[in-house]
Structure formats: C-alpha cells, structure tokens
C-alpha cells in the first residue's frame, strides 16, 4: 500500500521503514501510528524479511516526539485513547517475531525515544539525544516510556530521566543501557546493516523463539521463564530448519533456511 507518512523498501532479507515526515522532525501523528501498523503487518506476513531497520528520514531527527499540535486538541478521554493507539502500535513492534533495530539519527524524544526503545537493539549515531521530557508539557509518557525504560536502564536511572525530563547524548544513552552502539554518524546505516545481516545469517524460526522466549520470560520468576525457554527448545527441535542447521554444522557449509 502507498504511505504519506513513512517509506517502506525491501532488499531482502532486510527491509527498512524510514519516518518520512522530516518538516516536523519526523512528529508522530495518528496518521503514521496507522501507517506504521499497516507496513509492520505487512513485514510481519513476508518470508522474505528476516531482520527491519527503523530510521527517520533527514539528519535531525529520529523522531522528535509526539505531534504537540494535535496531542493539545485531546480531551482526557480522546488523550487516553491516543496513549493505547500508539501503545498497541509500538508493542506490535516488539512482538513482530522478526528482530527490528532503531537507527537513531538527531532527536529521539518522547515518544521517539519510547518508539527506540520498543525495538529489540538501537544503534545510535554520535549526534544522537534521547530523552522523555513529557514533564515540562504536564503529562507523562504515554507509549510505554514509563515501562520500557526501567527495564532498559534500571529504576533509578529511568526516574532521573523521566523526573527531570532530561535530554541524554549518545554516550551518555550507551553508559546507562538506553542504546547498544554508538557510531560516526556517516556510519550509521551501514553498521546498522552490517549487524542485521549477521542477525538474518541465522535461523529465522530460532530468531523468533528467542524474541518471545525473553519477551516473556523477562518479568517472570526464573523457574517459569526457564519453563518458556524449555517449551521453545522443544519446538524448534521439531523444525526442519533445526535438522538443516545440525546437519550443516557437522558438513561443514552454510544452513539453507526454510522457516519451517
């Protein structure tokens, strides 16, 4: 389908989703919230894409946050339900099976950073700042920034973020956990690549497992996460991708994956 807001490109087996509103720092409005949920069904149902990149288009941002604009106009009842959109939108990102990595260019705010953070790595370029100052607007972050970010960085370092509404560079977001690298700007893309490559070199069945095996498991008491990992192993023998991958191993080549 054609978006307005976003620019979907597939090179198998990569694809990449690129926030294309750059006038506005690539704001998140209702209209993206729908189209992001439309590209990430459609990635979702495409054998061919192992691994998704999420950049926003320009220099300057990832995503500045919220469209400020419309977020004004809501009336309580209209605000929560625009909370629980970009919720279920952002959690469909995180569950998709398939592993997605947010290539954070300039501003990762408010609901940026929440976006960042529902993916399952961020890579940062040097120029990056990440934050959740919804503070100084009078409300909270409603995208699941009060959730995602303690489990990235610890209770203590989310409060002080989301407390102060502090803005963080890029070195600053690699010390707390809030970003896994941190590249030359020029590098970006190419070492976002590079690292979803070696990612999709790997069984796409086995990819999946573990994202819902730590999706699950991670809030859970260790016996019953180890219970989720245990079930998940017993699946995935049962694979044909499973034999195809012992069998390589022990002849010495490259698995040829089937996904099945």
């Given at each position: 389908?054609?978006?307005?807001?976003?620019?979907?490109?597939?090179?198998p087996?990569?694809?990449q989703v690129?926030?294309?509103?750059p006038?506005?720092l690539?704001?998140?409005?209702?209209?993206?919230l729908?189209e992001?949920?439309?590209?990430?069904?459609?990635l979702a149902?495409?054998d061919?894409?192992?691994?998704?990149?999420l950049?926003?288009?320009?220099?300057r941002?990832?995503?500045?946050?919220?469209?400020i604009?419309e977020?004004a106009?809501?009336a309580?009842?209209?605000a929560?339900?625009?909370a629980?959109?970009?919720?279920?939108?952002?959690?469909?990102?995180?569950?998709?099976?398939k592993?997605?990595?947010?290539?954070?260019?300039?501003?990762?705010l408010g609901g940026?950073?929440e976006l960042?953070m529902?993916?399952a790595m961020?890579?940062?370029?040097?120029d990056a700042?990440?934050?959740?100052?919804?503070?100084k607007?009078?409300?909270?972050p409603?995208y699941?920034?009060t959730?995602?970010?303690?489990?990235?960085?610890?209770?203590a370092?989310?409060?002080?973020?989301?407390?102060t509404?502090?803005?963080?560079?890029a070195?600053?977001a690699?010390?707390?956990?809030?970003v896994?690298e941190?590249?030359?700007?020029?590098?970006?893309m190419?070492r976002a690549e590079?690292?979803?490559?070696?990612i999709?070199?790997?069984a796409?069945?086995?990819?999946g497992?573990?994202?819902?095996a730590?999706?699950e498991?991670?809030n859970?008491?260790?016996?019953?996460g180890l219970a989720?990992?245990?079930e998940?192993?017993?699946?995935?023998a049962?694979?044909?991708?499973?034999?195809?991958?012992?069998?390589?191993?022990?002849?010495?080549?490259?698995?040829?994956w089937?996904?099945e």
């Amino acid at each position: 389908m054609p978006f307005a807001n976003l620019r979907l490109e597939k090179r198998p087996p990569l694809a990449q989703v690129t926030l294309d509103r750059p006038k506005v720092l690539n704001a998140l409005n209702a209209e993206m919230l729908d189209e992001l949920a439309a590209a990430f069904d459609e990635l979702a149902a495409d054998d061919s894409v192992r691994v998704i990149l999420l950049a926003g288009a320009g220099d300057r941002a990832f995503v500045a946050g919220a469209d400020i604009g419309e977020l004004a106009a809501l009336a309580p009842e209209q605000a929560q339900a625009f909370a629980q959109r970009g919720q279920a939108v952002f959690r469909r990102i995180e569950t998709l099976g398939k592993p997605v990595i947010a290539c954070v260019r300039g501003f990762a705010l408010g609901g940026g950073c929440e976006l960042a953070m529902a993916c399952a790595m961020r890579i940062a370029a040097e120029d990056a700042k990440l934050g959740q100052p919804e503070v100084k607007l009078g409300i909270l972050p409603g995208y699941g920034g009060t959730q995602r970010l303690p489990r990235l960085v610890g209770r203590a370092a989310a409060l002080k973020l989301l407390l102060t509404g502090a803005i963080v560079d890029a070195r600053e977001a690699l010390r707390i956990g809030l970003v896994d690298e941190v590249v030359p700007a020029e590098q970006l893309m190419a070492r976002a690549e590079a690292l979803a490559m070696e990612i999709a070199a790997n069984a796409p069945l086995a990819l999946g497992e573990v994202l819902r095996a730590v999706d699950e498991g991670q809030n859970q008491s260790i016996d019953a996460g180890l219970a989720i990992e245990a079930e998940a192993f017993g699946r995935l023998a049962a694979t044909a991708d499973k034999a195809e991958g012992t069998r390589a191993f022990m002849e010495k080549r490259r698995p040829v994956w089937k996904s099945e």
